[in-house]
T-cell receptor, first 109, second 114 residues
Framework: EDQVTQSPEALRLQEGESSSLNCSYT??????LFWYRQDPGKGPEFLFT???AGEEKEKERLKATLTKKESFLHITAPKPEDSATYLC??????????FGSGTQLTVLP | EAGVTQFPSHSVIEKGQTVTLRCDPI?????LYWYRRVMGKEIKFLLH????????ESGMPNNRFLAERTGGTYSTLKVQPAELEDSGVYFC????????????FGQGTRLTVV
């Protein structure tokens, strides 16, 4: 059974204080690892897809990396508008997404 | 371009009643998915349509749940009769291609069964 574990559950940062979110996974035949952002009362918003170990993708202050066992979402010099829940999901041979429980990020001004 | 739209945004029903949730995917997206998050748990897969056909319904919890996708356009998810444990947020997502391409999510329907 595919599993995704995200840590920490919650993270509070000062504006400009860089940090990383972790996503550990076990999956039968990784087809893709996905990062989503979710704001309160809204659906998940797609950020990145990573397909193979060593792959990296960037978008503004966010950078996602992937190894064979985990993925990191690095946030550089965050701003208050980056506050949200960040979700990690994997797509395996079952051809459906398995989500982690998310990391709730709060960036204080 | 309109995104994935779900109706209603909130629904409160009594145990034993019937509720129907609707999802309008992005136009042209053949792949439509239903997910749900129950309180304190992760988002879980329910089922996947390709056009009007059910590709995978392995996540449907029991036969009180019925999903349809008429003509390969919008989809409905009916819960009949609703139980307390059905409470949660139901998300719909659509994608142009199947597999592991980018999927766009709707805002969700919050279902409360009392």
């Amino acid at each position: 059974e595919d599993q995704v574990t995200q840590s920490p559950e919650a993270l509070r940062l000062q504006e400009g204080e860089s940090s990383s979110l972790n996503c550990s996974y076990t999956v039968s035949g990784l087809r893709g690892l996905f990062w989503y952002r979710q704001d309160p009362g809204k659906g998940p918003e797609f950020l990145f897809t990573l397909y193979s170990a060593g792959e990296e993708k960037e978008k503004e202050r966010l950078k996602a990396t992937l190894t064979k066992k985990e993925s990191f979402l690095h946030i550089t010099a965050p701003k208050p508008e980056d506050s949200a829940t960040y979700l990690c999901a994997v797509g395996g041979s079952a051809r459906q997404l398995t989500f982690g429980s998310g990391t709730q990020l709060t960036v204080l001004p | 371009e309109a995104g994935v739209t779900q109706f209603p945004s909130h629904s409160v029903i009594e145990k034993g009643q019937t509720v129907t949730l609707r999802c309008d995917p992005i136009s042209g997206h053949d792949n439509l998915y239903w997910y749900r998050r129950v309180m304190g748990k992760e988002i879980k897969f329910l089922l996947h349509f390709v056009k009007e056909s059910k590709q995978d319904e392995s996540g449907m919890p029991n036969n009180r749940f019925l999903a349809e996708r008429t003509g390969g356009t919008y989809s409905t998810l009916k819960v009949q009769p609703a139980e307390l444990e059905d409470s949660g947020v139901y998300f719909c997502a659509s994608s142009l291609q199947g597999g592991y391409t980018e999927a766009f999510f709707g805002q969700g329907t919050r279902l409360t069964v009392v």
